[in-house]
């Protein structure tokens, strides 16, 4: 490393519509890095066969540098030009924001982010694909320079599946400083309002089965007020379960709204009446952290990660049955003393939350990299 400062490389294939959450990570990362000034270049790997409608990396300049791979999506293939190409750049650093690490050597040290262990911790988890994702932590942990991860909760999750033992430095994500600014009136939001917003993909642990079911009994009891709407937000896998079709609420009807963009996304936090977050776990909940920029009142499931990361900001209660979900919304929909106070505490808490300080805490250990292992 020229006057310690670092050529880094960094595995932007993520940065599409399928990973919303670790795209949005791996793109503000690169922002932040793009003019460090203890990075030197930065050199941008991504696959043009990946669908990116909204994720915009930086643009190329004397120290950021754009390179493209082929290959089918997730193939072995792929992962080898990934590598290769990594390999023959002049690069100290390697950083994958993923798990999957392509095979091989690298002659550049490596960082990986594990964002979190979510399929080996709940229940409904099938044994090959727990085994499966047991082995790639394993392997991308002990083949990695250097592991972050997002959360102290996240890390104490990860740890029993790491061998050797070692510690992942913690790197909480940020908050893109977008999202605390109202944007302009539209009329998309303000036709469904007053509304209830979640974003989420449909992956079982979200428990938006339970949501659905809340949702249902909070229009049979008009609990609402005369009409709302539920928001669904998020990229879906059309082979997961999809609980909000075929449902026919005519006064308080649900609404999804697949892979949004960042602006529809803002405009989404700023106009809700509510932000609900049912989900079992999260390594870090992004969501959480953007709605409470934009000044959301947020109730999610009381998870150990949202003590730290959102504290009193938001109303967290344990909803995994439907019943409990849909009284904590009452409750809240209608209680403007609480939501008042929610609503001023949120961008306080958000600002906690900071990429450029996640780069910087990512660049410190890469340098003290000897302490990794």
Same mark, same amino acid.
């Given at each position: 490393?020229?006057?310690?400062?670092?050529?880094?490389?960094?595995?932007?294939?993520?940065?599409?519509?399928?990973?919303?959450?670790?795209?949005?990570?791996?793109?503000?990362?690169?922002?932040?890095?793009?003019?460090?000034?203890?990075?030197?270049?930065?050199?941008?790997?991504?696959?043009?066969?990946?669908?990116?409608?909204?994720?915009?990396?930086?643009?190329?300049?004397?120290?950021?540098?754009?390179?493209?791979?082929?290959?089918?999506?997730?193939?072995?293939?792929?992962?080898?030009?990934?590598?290769?190409?990594?390999?023959?750049?002049?690069?100290?650093?390697?950083?994958?924001?993923?798990?999957?690490?392509?095979?091989?050597?690298?002659?550049?040290?490596?960082?990986?982010?594990?964002?979190?262990?979510?399929?080996?911790?709940?229940?409904?988890?099938?044994?090959?694909?727990?085994?499966?994702?047991?082995?790639?932590?394993?392997?991308?942990?002990?083949?990695?320079?250097?592991?972050?991860?997002?959360?102290?909760?996240?890390?104490?999750?990860?740890?029993?599946?790491?061998?050797?033992?070692?510690?992942? &430095?913690?790197?909480?994500?940020? #908050?893109?400083?977008?999202?605390?600014? +109202?944007?302009?009136? *539209? %009329? /998309?939001? =303000? $036709?469904?309002?007053?509304?209830?917003?979640?974003?989420?993909?449909?992956?079982?642990?979200?428990?938006?089965?339970?949501?659905?079911?809340?949702?249902?009994?909070?229009?049979?009891?008009?609990?609402?007020?005369?009409?709302?709407?539920?928001?669904?937000?998020?990229?879906?896998?059309?082979?997961?379960?999809?609980?909000?079709?075929?449902?026919?609420?005519?006064?308080?009807?649900?609404?999804?709204?697949?892979?949004?963009?960042?602006?529809?996304?803002?405009?989404?936090?700023?106009?809700?009446?509510?932000?609900?977050?049912?989900?079992?776990?999260?390594?870090?909940?992004?969501?959480?952290?953007? &709605?409470?920029?934009?000044?959301? #009142?947020?109730?999610?499931?009381?998870? +150990?990660?949202?003590? *730290? %990361? /959102?504290? =009193? $900001?938001?109303?967290?209660?344990?909803?995994?049955?439907?019943?409990?979900?849909?009284?904590?919304?009452?409750?809240?929909?209608?209680?403007?003393?609480?939501?008042?106070?929610?609503?001023?505490?949120?961008?306080?808490?958000?600002?906690?939350?900071?990429?450029?300080?996640?780069?910087?805490?990512?660049?410190?250990?890469?340098?003290?990299?000897?302490?990794?292992?």
């Amino acid at each position: 490393m020229q006057a310690n400062r670092i050529r880094l490389a960094i595995d932007a294939r993520y940065a599409c519509d399928h990973f919303p959450g670790i795209g949005r990570v791996v793109t503000a990362l690169a922002h932040a890095w793009a003019d460090h000034p203890r990075i030197g270049t930065l050199h941008i790997i991504q696959n043009p066969a990946r669908q990116n409608t909204y994720l915009s990396l930086p643009v190329e300049s004397e120290r950021v540098i754009h390179h493209f791979v082929d290959g089918a999506i997730g193939s072995f293939f792929e992962g080898q030009h990934v590598r290769r190409l990594a390999n023959t750049l002049p690069v100290d650093w390697f950083y994958s924001p993923y798990l999957r690490l392509p095979w091989g050597r690298f002659r550049a040290h490596t960082l990986v982010t594990l964002h979190d262990v979510i399929p080996l911790t709940v229940p409904h988890t099938a044994w090959v694909t727990r085994l499966g994702y047991a082995l790639a932590v394993r392997i991308a942990a002990a083949r990695a320079t250097c592991l972050t991860t997002v959360s102290q909760a996240a890390a104490d999750s990860i740890a029993p599946f790491i061998w050797p033992s070692r510690t992942p &430095a913690i790197v909480p994500n940020g #908050v893109d400083e977008r999202f605390f600014v +109202p944007p302009a009136p *539209t %009329t /998309a939001e =303000a $036709a469904h309002r007053p509304y209830a917003l979640c974003v989420s993909s449909n992956q079982l642990h979200k428990n938006l089965d339970a949501l659905v079911a809340a949702w249902h009994m909070l229009a049979d009891a008009s609990a609402l007020g005369k009409s709302a709407t539920l928001i669904i937000a998020g990229h879906v896998n059309p082979a997961r379960n999809q609980p909000w079709r075929n449902t026919v609420l005519p006064h308080y009807p649900i609404l999804h709204v697949a892979s949004p963009s960042d602006a529809r996304l803002i405009s989404l936090y700023h106009n809700a009446h509510m932000v609900v977050q049912p989900s079992f776990a999260e390594g870090f909940g992004l969501p959480v952290l953007e &709605a409470l920029a934009g000044g959301a #009142v947020v109730l999610c499931h009381d998870l +150990p990660v949202y003590q *730290t %990361t /959102a504290g =009193a $900001a938001v109303t967290a209660i344990d909803m995994q049955r439907p019943e409990s979900i849909a009284a904590g919304m009452a409750s809240l929909w209608h209680d403007s003393a609480r939501r008042e106070r929610q609503q001023h505490a949120g961008p306080i808490q958000a600002r906690r939350a900071d990429w450029h300080a996640a780069a910087e805490r990512m660049i410190d250990v890469m340098q003290k990299n000897t302490s990794c292992r």
